[in-house]
């Protein structure tokens, strides 16, 4: 089985199959512990019966979603729409099916306002007060809700994600959503602590809060303003010379991609997404390779290293050898990346740290994650890689 | 080899050979790393062998601390002081010693203020408020911050805790550190995400902000106000007839301990300490069986059920049979834990949701996780558990 078919296929499986592994995760441990408890216990949690009967009920609506989701995904993206020909997800893909949904909130529901509102809100702004139109690049650009914004106010836009459940779930939401607040999902059973109310647990979502398809109406230009690239970002938008491991590679067809991408962009907008790199000078020279001179780079986000913790090695070639390498080790301080980052060919035009955020979570919550986040609007200078002699035939 | 012998030299162990661990976590990614970037991304990040260079000074003295820790723990504890005759420490447990680092930070050095005002000075202040002497009972009381601080107050206070980490860290604070300022610890260098500047990684906390000895001088009772008891909450407090778990023995010398304690409390005082129960019916149970008639319950925590996601399964008793249960599945949202908790045999006095707090975090850090925590004052009056007449001859 070809591998490309296999992730593809076996990311489908998970959100086809999704209910079973929801049912060990949410009803099950609920089911046994109260079965297990004594008469009198019993007595006291005389909710509980309801409870898992509400739960059951939450998780036959997401599987009807998720099922759904699986086998248009499949015919948009042209693998056999019968789920025996798939590959079988794994537990690890189960649960990027259950932060999709989370993602669905954040991205396109009404529960995400505050949190899109502080991101994509600072960062199209920031944009407008700049530039009136050209063309804009969204690296991992999740579920696509930025894309669509920027689209909307007429800015030419391409989204680029390399996740498989991004890529199937924002397929599904910009081009098979045609009414707002369609489709119902329950997002927030999957996480007992930190709940005042039952009723927020159980509570569902309506999913698009606006419907994407809107902005096609009367404007006959917009179908070519959004345009989406599946892939890893270094690999489709970066310079030649980057450290070649699995994030870049020497495919042809990346290779021309990347080719027909140098400078070909007036803004990078980068939100949540900086600190996904194991090696983020990678990224910051990829971001400048594909902006033309004089563009903008915004970003806005935390610096939560995705990779620190994981102790994987990987290959990476170190002028011109191939060595052993790790994904963890690289996680910069916000002043050592500012630092860099003007090293690398760029001059801040704007900086502000300390922008308060949270991510993906439940606004009714009893608890949650909150980000400093970083914001910045940089501008591409000549950078430190212009000037070496392989780069000159960049692409 | 004895289980509790076991249990605690690997504990001493894990503090001992402490470095051994950091030095993999926090300087070996980063150093095999770095000599696998290129020259170009090496002369980029030309502060990065300085930085080596800081973590490796930092991993020394906190290795001075953790060694001394554990010598004059096994001293106290009247364990062989030669490492060669312990138990070996596992991964979890140096985990746990990172942790106990940032908890030292939390409760006994000046990083910890904004935290322990939002928390125990709201819950000292609670019990000031209504009774001017007294029996305090603080169960999980960690490093004894808590304890310490009624203790000053002129209250007969006992703390309670479970984990060894904690037993030997607080046992060392409370006895052996005369002079404030006399330690120093390195407790931000395990994590490099979220950080601003890279001296803040590598800043050092000085403990105990106050010496705990101090107030013993001038006060003959002083020394008699303050006691901790080792060992399980519900197995050392806990009224008869609990579902019999791990947590909760047959062992002669608790069931005696029990006994002596059934209603000697004037004041249980729960401090993050509730969510840490696999069964919150018995801890409440077991609150109510050491109160007196009358006796009150301060609690100030928010609800991250700890075995939510531990689906390890256990045997407890149900109505005198053993059946199979789980560790996870009870998870409570506030509201039910109101309702179970006033059903149980308590009035609140004063209830308030919502306080923010963190825990454990460092406060320089540019993201931590934000608590909107319970607080509440509850009093004992007569509970279910008093009308059976298995609990008649309580202890």
């Keep these: 089985m070809d591998e490309e078919y296999k992730a593809l296929t076996s990311t489908l499986h998970a959100f086809y199959t999704f209910d079973r592994w929801s049912y060990q995760q949410v009803y099950k441990p609920k089911s046994i512990k109260y079965k297990s408890l004594s008469t009198e216990e019993q007595e006291i949690l005389d909710f509980y019966p309801q409870l898992l009967s509400d739960l059951e009920q939450c998780l036959g609506i997401n599987d009807s979603f998720t099922k759904q989701l699986a086998l248009v995904a499949a015919e ?6 019968s789920p025996d020909e798939w590959a079988k997800g794994t537990q690890q893909e189960y649960d990027k099916v259950r932060s999709t949904l989370l993602q669905l909130s954040r991205e396109w529901s009404s529960d995400g306002v505050a949190e899109r509102e502080a991101t994509y809100g600072r960062i ?75 009723l927020l647990q159980v509570r569902p979502v309506t999913v698009p809060d606006e419907s994407p398809m809107g902005i096609f109406e009367g404007r006959e230009d917009a179908g070519e303003l959004m345009s989406m690239a599946a892939g890893s970002f270094v690999d489709l938008y970066g310079p030649r010379g980057l450290a070649v491991s699995d994030a870049y590679t020497e495919d042809a067809a990346a290779s021309e991609f990347r080719g027909e991408n140098a400078g070909a962009f007036d803004v990078v907008a980068t939100c949540f997404f900086l600190d996904t790199a194991h ?6 020279k990829t971001i400048h390779h594909c902006l033309r001179e004089g563009g903008i780079w915004v970003n806005l986000g935390p610096l939560l290293w995705h990779y620190e913790g994981d102790s994987n090695t990987i290959e990476v070639k ?38 308060k955020t949270t991510y993906s979570s439940d606004p009714k919550a009893l608890g949650n994650f909150v980000y400093d986040t970083e914001f910045w609007v940089a501008k591409k200078v000549s950078g430190k890689d212009d000037k070496k002699p392989s780069d000159q035939a960049l692409g």
Tied chains: 1, 2.
């Design 318 to 355: 170190r002028d011109g050898e191939t060595v052993n390498s790790i994904m963890e080790g690289l996680e910069l301080t916000r002043d050592e990346l500012v630092a860099v980052i003007e090293k690398l060919g760029f001059e801040f035009e704007e900086r502000e740290s300390g922008i």
């Design 76 to 81: 948009d993206w042209g693998v056999p729409t």
């Design 279 to 284: 090696n983020v000078l990678d990224y910051i």
């Design 124 to 198: 199209v702004e920031a944009v407008e007060k700049r530039l009136k139109n050209g063309r804009v690049l969204v690296p991992g650009c999740g579920l696509g809700r930025l894309v669509y914004e920027f689209v909307r106010k007429g800015y030419w836009t391409q989204g680029n994600e390399v996740s498989y459940h991004m890529l199937l779930a924002s397929g599904y939401v910009l081009n098979r959503m045609p009414m707002a607040h369609s489709h119902t999902v329950f997002p927030y059973i999957f996480k007992s602590s930190h709940v005042s109310r039952r």
